[in-house]
């Protein structure tokens, strides 16, 4: 298992520009997340989906769109890049939702991304 | 949402005993505290979860307080591996599908 997998590692945009990052699960994971984390702070929720075609969402998502076509990806799309974009994005699925330990996150290991 | 408390550093020397405190005085009957640690440069990875009773994993153990409003992770024996940010999170028992992460607490290991 590759686990949760996260495309590209690095990018650096201009302001203005679009694009979107790439996010994969192989373990049949049905929720899956999106966080950002800015230098020496948490991880903060951007959108959650709880199944294919389902999207919701979190604290922060202004500024961004997600798709759910399949189980497996959730890509997290930046329209009209913004310095208050730059941040590391990670991405994460669970089996659940709950508090069970089949519920516990698992974690890409992040993009992190530059508006300049 | 119910609050945790951590502190913003500790320091521990190899293969000593460490405890990570966490306060959580509103915590609700429902909610269960979970650990995650979230190594250098890495996504944040899973530790440890309790709601009432102490609990024990290989990678550590889980103190809960009799009245539930504080917890501490302890891990047995620090290794440099163990050097991370530790975050302290309440989820709710009905299915909370999200982490609120605080900013946790920095534990530096001292060869």
């Known amino acids: 298992n590759a686990g949760v997998t996260q495309t590209p590692k690095f990018r650096i945009l201009k302001i203005g520009q679009s694009m979107t990052l790439q996010c994969a699960q192989d373990?049949?994971?049905?929720?899956m997340y999106w966080y950002r984390q800015d230098p020496g702070m948490g991880l903060k929720l951007i959108y959650y989906?709880?199944?294919?075609?389902?999207?919701d969402k979190g604290e922060v998502p202004n500024g961004y769109n997600v798709s759910r076509s399949t189980t497996e990806d959730f890509p997290l799309r930046l329209e009209l890049a913004a310095p208050s974009q730059t941040s590391v994005y990670f991405c994460?699925?669970?089996?659940?939702?709950?508090?069970?330990?089949?519920?516990?996150?698992?974690f890409g290991p992040g993009t992190r991304l530059t508006v300049l | 949402d119910a609050k945790t408390t951590q502190p913003n550093s500790m320091e521990s020397n190899e293969e000593e005993p460490v405890h990570l405190p966490c306060n959580h005085s509103?915590?609700?009957?429902?909610?269960?505290i979970h650990w995650y640690r979230q190594l250098p440069s890495q996504g944040p990875e899973y530790v440890i979860h309790?709601?009432?009773s102490n609990v024990n994993n290989r990678m550590a153990s889980l103190a809960i307080a009799e009245d539930r409003k504080s917890s501490t992770l302890i891990l047995h024996r620090a290794t440099l591996r163990d050097a991370a940010v530790y975050y302290c999170?309440?989820?709710?028992?009905?299915?909370?599908?999200?982490?609120?992460f605080g900013t946790g607490t920095r534990l530096t290991v001292i060869p």
């Open positions: 999170i309440l989820i709710y028992q009905t299915g909370a599908n999200n982490l609120f």
């Open positions: 994460a699925s669970s089996y659940g939702g709950g508090v069970k330990r089949t519920d516990t996150q698992y």
């Open positions: 989906s709880v199944g294919a075609g389902i999207t």
């Open positions: 309790g709601l009432t």
């Open positions: 373990m049949n994971h049905n929720y």
């Open positions: 509103t915590i609700s009957g429902t909610d269960y």
